[in-house]
Every structure is written in C-alpha cells, then in structure tokens.
C-alpha cells in the first residue's frame, strides 16, 4: 500500500439539533501517509466531527468520501464496513478474553462449524507483527499494562485493513516512554498510507507527531496549518480568536496574608516538588495537558490520595496528617471534577446534600432536624441563586451548572478558608458558567482563597489572579493574566 493510496474528505459537513448547530458546514481533506492533528477547545465540535465520521451520529448535510467514495453510515458498524476506524479514549477490551480473541471478537475464524484457534493466532501474530508489535497473542488482555491494551485498541481497528485510522485522546494514560512506542506505530502506519487522525488536548505532542494541524472553534473549521506553521501564537489565535484579546482579566487582589503554602509536594508517578504560596482572597489557577497532574495535585492537598514527600502549612499551622475530613476541620474543601459521582449522592434532596459537608465529623453537635436543614439550604439557596422548583427533590433532576452550585453550598456551610476546585464548568451551559464566576469572584472578596483546576484555557485568563502550569507532574512557569496573553500561557503548555 503506497502513501497518499487512501484519502477522507468532508464537504460542508453539518450536525444541527434543535436549537443548535453543532457543527457548521466543515470541509477538509487528509491524504494517507499524513498524520493530521485535531484540535480545539472543549466544546469545539471535535466529538461531533468524530462521530459523524465513525457513524455514531447521522448527518444533517453535507458529504463524507472516502477514498474518492460518497458514502452514509447509519451505523459505527457501517463506518468500519466503509473503512473508518476509530479508537476511542475508553478502553474497550474485554480483560477475560485473549488478545488474539479481542482483536477477532466476533468474527474468529471458523472450520467446520467450529472456532478455528490456530488461525485466529496465527492471524494475530501476523497482523501484530506488520505493525511491529510483539506480544503473546494467547495472553489474556486484563494481564496487559494500559499502554499496550491501547496498542491492542489499534490492531483491533487495523484487522478491518482501514483507510482511515481516528485516535481519540490516545495517550492520556499513556507515560512519556509508552507514548513514544505509539508514535511510533502510528508513523508506521502513516508509512502505509492509512489516513491518521488524532484528536488531543497535549498540545506539546503535536510537534512530535502531526504533519499538519486543523483547528475546531465553536463548530466551525478555523483552518489548517501545516506543522511548521503551529507556533504557540498560531494556535492561540486559531483556537481563541478575537476574545484572546477582548477577555476581561481580574482586577489585581489586595495581598492578603499567605493562607497556604506548599513545599516541595510529591507524589511519585503523579506530580513532582510542587511549590507555592496562596493568599487570602486569591484565585490561583493551575493550567496544563491532560495527565500533567492537576487533579492529583488537588486531591493529595485534600487528603483524598497519599502524597509521598512535602509540607502543607495553613495560616502558619503546618499540617501532620492528611484526610478529607481533617482538612475540613482546618478549612479546605473540594469540589471534585466528577461533581455527580463524588461531590453530590444524586438520589438524596438538594436540602441533605447542601448539609452534607457539615453532618461528619460531628463537632458542633450529634443530630439535626429537617427545619434546620432547611434553612442551612434556603439561606445558601439564596446566595448562590440556587433556582430548584423544591429543596426536597432529588439533586439529579438540576442542571449541571445548578448542581455544581449545590456542591459550592455543600462546603460553604463549613466556613472554608481554601477552596480547591476542580473543572468547575465542565458540562455546564455559558450562562452557568459566568455565575459560577461570579459566585467564586464575590467569594476572593471575602476573603476565601481558590485554588482551580481547569482545561479551558481562556476562563483561567479571565478569572484568575495567577495561574501555574504543570507539565508531566512539574512546574513549567507561572503567568500573571494582567500582564500576559493566552499565546503566552499556550506558549508555555506547548514546550
């Protein structure tokens, strides 16, 4: 199979609901042997345009051709009949079966009527090593580490000899030393004409691994750069446009006294000598890819997870044992990035989960009554406009962006001096957002000091004092909103 033999080409490619446009007329063409990169923000339409790729959402209009073919799935099944792959973030694996089996699950070769487990190994071996791959077919997938489960994701796809090869997010479990063999098997396959398309939020691996780099914001193709071409700046603007430099930046906070200093955190494999000091009524972002360490960083401060080296001192008390409900006790919360699994019980009332943070350890009192809950909820209720038709209906039936202002409520009826949050604005709606940020601005004026983990670079810009970059579990710099710009702050995430 020669370079450039496969190609996939979309022509003004549209997905509407009712209301929205999910993805506004996207044209663009990849060649086999070139590995193009995806990006763009949260919200971008990436996943959209995935989807419709792989069959897993039907089109509103336009055309996808493959290797000059107008074709229509209705169906992931029907994509990958028409030489559209996809390997998905999620591991899909079955752990109890052999690799030989996952990679020909479903459709293992058959003689007489019976599976034929010689062919299907002999099959497997020969596919793994075309890519260069060894591995005991006859192992079971569960006994393998991630990073070649993930190798396996991709000789599953490759069985179905595809034009077109879709990474989602492929290293996100991935150490430094494992995604390098994965490059390398994806040039390898780029060598064979297949079309990669790899979707990432790593910004410093797309000059390590992409030809070419197109750019989604706000459902709509900004444009394709050749890998030269993506500098730092580049990006930003492709990415962020005009708001980079329309975006309001906080107002510089008065230097309140250190409310928590950090020295010399550790966690092995997770983050690295993690320095810093938080003033009362700061917000301090930390910024960074996916796997650098910031939900880690958050959860070791909270004593959720062990921590294996460093100091934590809160308004000069240093603290001598982690655990969340010690860090309560001295005034630290946490707003979990999974706010439906960890930070609220869905089935219990908006009224008992606003309480929840103050019901244990039971220092003020053993018990309380349904009126005092009531009016810990209507009081906090009002606060942070929390619009619920009842207290007592079940936290599961409010919006996302409501239900992450039950879980700020939740920690507010403990007093907290720091609050830790983490994705505060995943999967909520715009004007939740900006109340969400309003909420945590009022707060830093009274004295409360942020410390916030986001993926959405520009809400970080807007809303924080100061934010840190982690990178591989280390810090990579420092940038101060007011006097820097978002090229700087990508410039930093991309070295």
């Not at 934010?467 to 101060?480: C, D, P, R, T, Y």
């Amino acid at each position: 199979m020669d370079p450039g033999h496969h190609s996939l080409e979309t022509v003004a490619l549209r997905k509407e609901y009712p209301g929205t446009v999910a993805l506004r007329d996207v044209s663009l063409r990849c060649e086999g042997g070139e590995i193009r990169a995806l990006l763009g923000k949260n919200g971008a339409g990436k996943s959209t345009l995935v989807k419709l790729l792989g069959g897993a959402l039907q089109r509103s209009s336009g055309e996808i051709i493959v290797d000059g073919v107008r074709v229509r799935f209705r169906s992931p099944g029907e994509a990958l009949r028409s030489g559209i792959a996809t390997v998905h973030q999620e591991l899909s694996l079955i752990p109890g079966l052999t690799v030989a089996e996952n990679i020909f699950l479903g459709r293992l070769p058959r003689r007489r009527g019976l599976i034929d487990w010689h062919a299907a190994c002999t099959n497997a071996d020969l596919l793994l090593a075309e890519l260069g791959l060894a591995l005991d077919v006859r192992m079971q997938a569960g006994k393998l580490g991630v990073a070649r489960m993930q190798m396996i994701e991709i000789a599953k796809a490759m069985s179905h000899a595809p034009s077109v090869l879709m990474l989602d997010e492929p290293t996100s479990a991935l150490a430094h030393r494992e995604t390098e063999k994965l490059f390398t098997l994806l040039r390898n396959l780029a060598a064979k004409g297949v079309v990669l398309l790899y979707i990432t939020h790593r910004l410093e691996e797309i000059h390590r691994i992409a030809d070419a780099v197109t750019v989604l914001r706000n459902g709509e193709l900004v444009g394709t750069v050749p890998i030269a071409a993506a500098t730092a700046g580049t990006i930003s603007g492709m990415m962020f446009g005009e708001m980079l430099g329309g975006a309001r930046r906080m107002e510089a906070p008065l230097q309140g006294a250190p409310v928590m200093e950090v020295r010399g955190f550790t966690r092995r494999d997770a983050y690295s000598d993690i320095s810093f000091t938080l003033h009362r009524g700061e917000i301090l972002g930390i910024a960074g890819v996916l796997g650098a360490g910031r939900t880690e960083l958050l959860r070791g401060l909270f004593g959720a997870d062990p921590h294996d080296a460093g100091t934590v001192t809160l308004e000069g008390q240093t603290v001598s044992s982690f655990s969340p409900s010690r860090m309560k006790e001295l005034g630290v919360a946490l707003a979990p990035e999974d706010r439906k699994a960890e930070g609220l019980i869905q089935i219990l009332s908006t009224r008992v989960n606003i309480n929840l943070a103050d019901y244990w350890p039971p220092s003020r009192r053993w018990f309380t009554t349904a009126g005092r809950e009531r009016a810990v909820a209507r009081k906090y209720g009002r606060e942070l406009d929390i619009a619920v038709s009842s207290l007592d209906g079940p936290v599961s039936d409010l919006s996302g962006g409501t239900q992450q202002k039950v879980v700020i409520a939740k920690w507010l009826t403990t007093g907290p001096r720091v609050f830790l949050l983490d994705e505060p604005t995943r999967g909520i709606d715009v004007r939740a957002k900006q109340q969400v940020f309003e909420i945590v601005r009022r707060l830093s004026r009274e004295g409360i000091a942020f410390l916030v983990v986001s993926s959405e670079l520009e809400e970080l810009m807007e809303f924080c004092h100061r934010i840190l970059v982690l990178k591989k579990g280390h810090m990579a710099g420092e940038v101060h909103p007011r006097e820097s710009s978002m090229e700087t702050l990508i410039g930093i995430c991309m070295e």
